[in-house]
């Protein structure tokens, strides 16, 4: 069973920065691809940024040039660092993280989620 947990959101000031944590059950290697997903009240969890195993990296133009993901494969763990952090930003994140398999599609997991405030 892959385990995601999802570690260091909290509520900080707007300008201010958070660093999230998403440790796997498992060597993050074995994943094609990890993300981060967010979704605020009363709107679809949308994509934050991904990062494949190859070191390719996807932002969402709302986050482009603030939001830096990241792993380390030697902990197990992705983390996604937040700077300039905007009362817009504020959503329950979710760490995600996909296998990709030719016979049997996509397995896709989702950590428990962390809320990040940010106050105005």
């Known amino acids: 069973q892959v385990q995601l947990v999802e570690s260091g959101g909290g509520l900080v000031q707007a300008g201010g920065s958070l660093r999230l944590s998403c440790a796997a059950s498992?060597?993050?290697?074995?994943?094609?691809?990890m993300g981060w997903y967010r979704q605020a009240p009363g709107k679809q969890r949308e994509l934050v940024t991904d990062i494949t195993s190859g070191g390719s990296t996807n932002y969402a133009d709302s986050v482009k040039g603030r939001f830096t993901i990241s792993r380390d494969n030697a902990k197990n763990t992705v983390y996604l660092q937040m700077n300039s952090l905007k009362p817009e930003d504020t959503a329950v994140y979710y760490c995600?993280?996909?296998?990709?398999?030719?016979?049997?599609?996509?397995?896709?997991?989702w950590g428990q989620g962390t809320q990040v405030t940010v106050s105005s």
């Open positions: 498992l060597s993050i290697s074995s994943f094609n691809a």
């Open positions: 995600n993280a996909r296998i990709r398999t030719p016979l049997r599609g996509d397995f896709i997991y």
